[in-house]
């Protein structure tokens, strides 16, 4: 009876064993596959671009139209980019109230920055070195954070006069330079002067001219996103 007990215990422990073996085969394989192609790479990771803008980039007066950021976003896409564009544009913002609010408009996990500011500065005249000094503590701050920065610039008034539209023009080539990002002379190059693609009210795009800025500025954005995928694979 001992020989026979010690017998049945012996092929308990080999069936519970077999059952062992049989569960932990599918878990094995499970983590075998979601380790290889189920988690995210960085690399992989689509890039996420943040419009830091004014009423150019909330898209005023668009109703029924994208604007400038989801319109970019689509044209990307299109062209096979894995991007999002988030708008973060508030009409009439200056270069200062878009400092003000910068921690809660550009996010963490956010891999690049479009700077769209200053038209309101230029319609305020607002002191140029006012406007510079906002938009210098945005890079610095963006280059502590390793962002990538496209800086788009804006021209004044010439009703301001010929200084200080020289002046105000001047603020962007600089700060590209001194802190090395891609930089877009004119927000609205192609699109200021020519009244089909300006809205009634004369300044801000229509539909037709937020594609013609989205166009222009293409290559800069390719640009802008090249640089975060060289930095993801450093």
């Not at 693609?197 to 001219?209: C, F, K, R, S, T």
Request: glycine share 6%; with cysteine; proline share 5%.
């Amino acid at each position: 009876m001992r020989r026979r007990h010690l017998c049945l215990n012996s092929r308990r422990m080999t069936v519970t064993l077999a059952l062992w073996l049989v569960a932990l085969v599918p878990i094995a394989l499970f983590l075998s596959c979601s380790s290889s192609h189920s988690l995210p790479v960085i690399a992989d990771r689509p890039v996420k671009i943040v419009v830091l803008g004014d009423s150019l980039a909330s898209g005023f007066g668009l109703l029924f139209s994208p604007a400038f950021p989801e319109r970019l976003e689509q044209v990307l896409k299109h062209k096979g980019f894995a991007v999002t564009v988030v708008n973060a544009g508030v009409s009439g913002d200056t270069a200062s109230d878009g400092l003000r609010r910068l921690d809660s408009a550009v996010p963490e996990d956010t891999d690049a920055l479009i700077i769209e500011l200053g038209a309101n500065d230029a319609e305020r005249a607002i002191d140029p070195n006012v406007t510079r000094a906002a938009l210098a503590a945005i890079l610095q701050r963006m280059k502590a954070r390793h962002i990538q920065v496209l800086l788009t610039g804006m021209w004044a008034f010439a009703s301001e006069g010929e200084a200080y539209a020289r002046a105000f023009a001047a603020i962007y080539p600089s700060l590209a330079s001194t802190y090395s990002f891609v930089w877009y002379p004119f927000i609205l190059d192609g699109v200021a002067g020519n009244p089909a693609l300006i809205q009634v009210d004369g300044e801000h795009p229509n539909a037709q001219g937020v594609d013609v800025i989205v166009s222009r500025i293409l290559p800069q954005v390719e640009q802008l996103i090249a640089r975060v995928q060289a930095t993801r694979r450093r």
